[in-house]
């Protein structure tokens, strides 16, 4: 297998890689085709190359690069998993039915949503709500950010 290096536009800056790429048979998946690819990332400060990486696609059509890419986007949502799993509890609710925990995650993540909604609005929109929160009256809406910044 070659290795091929590159340059490509990666968790929001130019990374330099090298990489091999095979389509392979899984075992683990039944003998499916996917596309595997063997990649390192160049670690500047260091100066050296980083360990390598096994990445792994069921779309065997998929260029090297492709798939590269396609895992670097994928990294975009692992705060929002780890936030559901170790700050909202998803991980404690695992003995749950599945529609409870559903409808628990809608519920909980529409909280979230409002609550980042909320910490958007302009002060002179949030003095009526303010009145409903007499605790919170001049009081920071969320961590670093205060009413009177607005």
């Known amino acids: 297998?070659?290795?091929?290096?590159?340059?490509?536009?990666?968790?929001?800056?130019n990374q330099?890689?090298?990489y091999r790429h095979k389509v392979v048979l899984a075992r683990f998946i039944k003998g499916a085709k996917v596309g595997a690819v063997w990649?390192?990332?160049y670690d500047e400060r260091n100066e050296k190359w980083n360990k390598t990486r096994l990445l792994l696609s069921t779309s065997s059509e998929l260029s090297a690069e492709?798939?590269?890419?396609a895992?670097?986007?994928?990294?975009?949502?692992?705060?929002?998993f780890n936030e559901l799993k170790n700050s909202?509890?998803?991980?404690?609710?695992?003995?749950?039915?599945?529609?409870t925990i559903n409808r628990w995650v809608q519920l909980?993540?529409?909280?979230?949503?409002?609550?980042?909604?909320?910490?958007?609005?302009?002060?002179?929109?949030?003095?009526?709500?303010?009145?409903?929160?007499?605790w919170r009256n001049k009081a920071e809406v969320t961590a670093g950010k205060s009413v009177m910044d607005w």
């Open 108 to 134: 909980t993540t529409i909280g979230y949503g409002l609550i980042q909604l909320l910490s958007l609005m302009p002060a002179e929109k949030l003095d009526g709500v303010m009145l409903q929160l007499p």
């Open 66 to 69: 492709e798939i590269i890419v």
């Open 39 to 41: 990649c390192e990332f």
């Open 88 to 99: 909202w509890g998803v991980k404690e609710a695992w003995q749950q039915a599945r529609q």
């Open 1 to 13: 297998m070659a290795t091929t290096e590159a340059t490509l536009f990666l968790y929001g800056k």
């Open 71 to 80: 895992y670097a986007k994928r990294w975009s949502i692992e705060s929002t």
């Open 16 to 18: 330099r890689l090298r």
